[in-house]
């Protein structure tokens, strides 16, 4: 870890977010969100936040970049 602040990787694609805070010594903790009842579509994710957390490393939370979502009101299967 360095004394200067940690770059800033917000709206980067994680691959790129975690390689320039690996290149720069920074600890990483990674958290995932996204909207109720959705799948990602694949396994590309984005960072929407980014923190400095208590131990020195870098908070990042996460998000898919495209999601597959019921529609509300779907129909219910039959008995």
Do not use: H, S, Y
Not at 9 to 18: H, K, T
Request: with cysteine.
């Amino acid at each position: 870890m360095t004394t200067l602040p940690p770059p800033e990787v917000v709206v980067l694609p994680l691959d790129e977010a975690l390689a320039l805070l690996d290149a720069g010594g920074w600890r990483v903790t990674i958290v995932e969100t996204g909207p109720p009842n959705a799948v990602p579509e694949d396994d590309r994710c984005r960072v929407i936040r980014q923190r400095t957390i208590a131990d020195g490393g870098v908070g990042l939370t996460v998000a898919a970049e495209t999601v597959l979502r019921k529609p509300r009101g779907a129909a219910r299967p039959g008995p």
